[in-house]
């Protein structure tokens, strides 16, 4: 991430502005290509040594903050350690007591001091003054590098940014379009995983608002969950079609700002996109069930439940033809029985109409499962039999 | 009956209230109601409040926040506590064990806490500043309790029913511990207000709190927060109330060097070019957003980024001016006999003063094992000086220290009352002595003035 004095804003009022780069800019692209060149062959510099070369190439006048963005980028994929013929710490030990009982005497004499520590270890007078402080951090060599290409560092650079401007955000609100459960299922794990909580209204089609932000945030604004907010951005830019608002709480009197993003800016995830992919078993399912359900209409449910605990994500939606009743389908990945067990539970407190929740016996990753008779469980031994499921539904809306 | 009792959990920092009837949800304190769960909830420091308010209307309900019992604590330490000790913590336990406890540095405010926690039998965490301090006081709980004690920080995650922690590993894992400590003790609490460590004292539910230092006044006056953090100010005792009896008598004194020719036209050119700029952009230095409207000025241009360039070198010529260095010498030669601990205001020149004469240094680089070691040579003598920055202005014992050496500093009067703090604990019959060289005919002289702007100076 870049530092906070490096991101790049322009203040309108009340609004923050990002000064993105162009990615194709070849200024940029020639920049970051010398950064890269840099990097690549200063292993075995020191950390100390590094920094000067960055001062020489990126001067830190607040002009360069694009390039000494980058040189942050790229520093944060260096691994420096420590390098010394011999432990600095033992070096310290016998320098400083020999030191030290010269002194007491009134008799300290530096060199006299170097050059018999360096007799007992067999090292040269040099050497012991050079390595005593080999451990410091400006002293640190680099053994290595994680490289990348010149695109991926603009791109980075880009959401770099944004999330400099996030890390000092109490809130947001994300409005979504148009996207499958599948990337809700994503979006619901990595707000779990960043422990934010949401509130979310929706338009009961395809468009969802959710409100961003932690426990806390009831009473007090607060940044405490900026981290957390900017670790969430990289999961919502894989989303073909969304706006983001943040509260920003900027500089050191910590204004009120308003900040905007929206995927027309064009930023790019660095993270790989899994979320999206809907497993070829879930779509000869759907298949399968949509010849098999004379009576029902399935639809591959792009509508969200929104529970009093977060949202839920389920695959399918089984419509009746005649009557209207629904019922929702989810099946489940890898499971635990607990799991399988609090979802059952939430779903049959926060949700009006029922469901069904189908698990794979051969998933399982508890010992033993046990067998349920709880008609909203259906346990299939390999692949979930399209029959079962209908007669399932059928029986959960009494017909 | 059963039924309408209401449940209270933790949940990262807050206190969450669910059942009951609706009426009874609302007239909690401090309770509001939340749409994103549908439920009640409340910031976690007012758990004791909305506790004593369910238990005067004799309103059922059942605890599923709190996650500690009352602990009885044994002191091992048959050490009879000084009057102010125990007066501090009589009036603290009056005043309901909530409140701040002022008293000056090296008078045993970790005792203090160690009766605080006996008095409170709860399970108890110590917030500290610095990882210095982390160390001390799991050493020093250890030792009064005999029980294995906690450490989150510094490298360590490890909860027990008596741990420490920095404040800043207490704002970031407030959520894993908020609801496992009745006692908070806050270590040098002059940290504690503003958004962010506040934080901390926000979230959690502990009901007693206790908070310590020498020096509660703050530059940005949100020692206003402490009542609603912790508590009010409970008890104060001053310095020289306490110095002689309890501290170490001491002199201070201040020695001017000059800077050499070359140094002083230096200085004199990077001043110049620092003033014409705050002189030529109409900023005021004197007002309390000076510095921030230079930076901000400077930031804008190519001369005020020179005049900002110029500033810090004038900084690092008074402060590794070479005389000072020679000075220095001077008095490590003089006090041959002593235990010295020299003070700078930066890291690069602890290191400088390190390499020339072969001291042992202690920043926040310096690795807990080696501080732990320098401290105890330090002790039995084996070192008779350690160079240092702003590491150990705050708390760190050192009694064996009887001269300090101010090469260069802030001109905070908080960071030389602390310096000087150093030197004060109490040992056989020890006179302390605070040297602060000067560089005459330098901004220093200013700063000073200015630090030494505190009764325990005059």
Redesign the interface.
């Known amino acids: 991430m870049l530092s906070s004095n490096q991101v790049r804003v322009r203040r309108s009022k009340n609004r923050l502005h990002a000064q993105y780069i162009r990615e194709s800019d070849p200024e940029w692209q020639d920049v970051a290509e010398r950064l890269l060149d840099l990097f690549r062959t200063s292993i075995g510099c020191t950390r100390g040594e590094i920094d000067e070369i960055m001062a020489e190439a990126v001067g830190d006048n607040p002009q360069q903050l694009v390039p000494q963005g980058l040189a942050k980028l790229l520093e944060d994929r260096c691994e420096f350690d420590v390098e010394s013929s011999h432990a600095p710490d033992e070096l310290r030990d016998k320098v400083f007591l020999l030191a030290a009982r010269q002194r007491l005497v009134g008799a300290f004499d530096r060199d006299a001091v170097l050059a018999a520590v360096a007799g007992e270890l067999g090292l040269t007078a040099e050497a012991v003054d050079q390595g005593l402080f080999a451990d410091l951090k400006a002293e640190q060599r680099l053994i290595s590098f994680r490289d990348f290409a010149v695109d991926q560092l603009l791109q980075r650079y880009n959401v770099a940014l944004a999330q400099g401007i996030l890390l000092r955000s109490a809130g947001m609100t994300v409005r979504i379009n148009g996207e499958t459960p599948a990337r809700f299922r994503q979006l619901i794990r990595a707000m779990k995983f960043h422990r934010l909580m949401c509130r979310i209204e929706g338009d009961g089609k395809s468009t969802w608002v959710l409100h961003l932000d932690g426990p806390l945030s009831l009473f007090s604004s607060t940044t405490k969950y900026g981290v957390q907010l900017a670790n969430f951005l990289p999961t919502l830019l894989q989303c073909k079609s969304f706006t983001l608002q943040a509260d920003v709480r900027w500089g050191p009197q910590r204004a009120p700002m308003e900040f905007l993003l929206e995927s027309g800016d064009g930023l790019k995830s660095h993270l790989t996109d899994y979320g999206d992919y809907i497993p070829l078993e879930l779509q000869m399912l759907y298949e399968q069930l949509r010849k098999h359900a004379k009576t029902w209409a399935v639809e591959p449910e792009a509508t969200l439940v929104p529970l009093k605990s977060g949202l839920w994500a389920p695959d399918f939606l089984l419509r009746h033809n005649k009557s209207g009743w629904q019922v929702h389908v989810e099946v489940l990945g890898f499971w635990r029985r607990t799991d399988a067990d609090k979802l059952i539970a939430r779903l049959r407190t926060e949700m009006k109409e029922p469901f069904l929740i189908a698990v794979s016996e051969a998933m399982n990753t508890d010992e033993n499962s046990g067998d349920s008779a709880d008609p909203s469980l259906y346990i299939f031994k390999r692949t979930p039999l399209p029959a079962e499921i209908i007669r399932r539904a059928e029986s959960l809306v009494k017909l | 009956m059963a039924e309408e009792s209401i449940t209270l959990s933790f949940?990262?920092?807050?206190l969450v209230l669910e059942d009951g009837t609706l009426d009874a949800l609302r007239e909690c304190p401090h309770v509001?109601h939340?749409?994103?769960?549908?439920s009640f909830?409340?910031?976690g420091r007012h758990y004791r409040a909305i506790v004593e308010h369910l238990r005067a209307n004799k309103i059922a309900y059942v605890d599923n926040a709190r996650a500690w019992q009352e602990t009885p604590w044994t002191l091992t330490s048959t050490r009879t506590p000084y009057p102010h000790q125990t007066e501090a913590v009589a009036t603290w336990w009056k005043q309901r064990g909530r409140g701040v406890v002022v008293l000056p540095t090296g008078t045993g405010k970790t005792f203090v806490a160690m009766l605080a926690i006996q008095k409170t039998a709860r399970p108890s965490l110590v917030v500290t500043p610095t990882i210095d301090l982390l160390n001390q006081w799991h050493g020093e709980l250890s030792q009064g309790f005999g029980t294995p004690i906690g450490m989150i920080g510094g490298g360590s995650y490890d909860l027990q029913p008596l741990t420490v922690t920095t404040y800043d590993s207490a704002?970031i894992h407030l959520?894993r511990w908020g609801h496992r400590y009745g006692l908070l003790i806050f270590d040098e609490c002059h940290h504690l207000p503003g958004?962010?460590y506040g934080?901390a004292a926000?979230?959690s539910l502990a009901p007693f709190r206790m908070g310590l230092t020498a020096t509660p006044e703050r530059a940005d006056g949100l020692e206003h927060m402490y009542p609603e953090l912790i508590g009010p100010i409970v008890y104060r005792r001053e310095i020289k109330e306490l110095s002689g009896d309890f501290l170490a008598g001491y002199t201070t004194q201040t020695v001017f060097v000059h800077l050499t020719e070359d140094e002083q036209s230096r200085y004199e050119a990077a001043r110049r070019q620092y003033k014409e700029f705050v002189a030529s952009s109409g900023i005021s230095m004197s007002g309390p957003k000076g510095w921030?409207n230079f930076i901000f000025q400077a930031?804008?241009s190519?001369e005020g980024?020179a005049a900002l360039k110029a500033f810090y070198e004038s900084k690092r010529l008074e402060r590794a001016a070479g005389s000072k260095l020679v000075k220095l010498d001077e008095l490590?030669?003089t006090h041959?006999?002593d235990r010295i601990i020299v003070f700078t205001a930066d890291n690069a020149t602890v290191?400088q003063i390190?390499?020339?004469?072969?001291?042992?240094a202690i920043t926040h680089?310096t690795k807990a094992k080696?501080r732990k070691q320098i401290l105890e040579?330090f002790h039995s003598g084996?070192?008779?000086?350690v160079v240092t920055s702003q590491v150990l202005n705050e708390g760190v014992d050192v009694p064996a220290a009887n001269v300090g050496i101010v090469l260069s500093g802030t001109s905070t009067i908080r960071e030389n009352v602390q310096r000087l703090g150093r030197l004060l604990r109490k040992k056989a019959d020890k006179q302390a002595i605070l040297y602060e060289v000067v560089a005459r005919g330098t901004a220093e002289e200013f700063s000073s003035e200015r630090r030494r702007q505190h009764h325990a100076f005059q």
């Open positions: 949940d990262a920092g807050t509001l939340d749409k994103r769960t549908g909830r409340a910031e704002y959520d958004p962010t934080m926000v979230g921030q930031s804008r190519k980024w490590l030669t041959s006999r290191y390190a390499r020339r004469f072969l001291v042992p680089q080696e040579r084996e070192y008779t000086v």
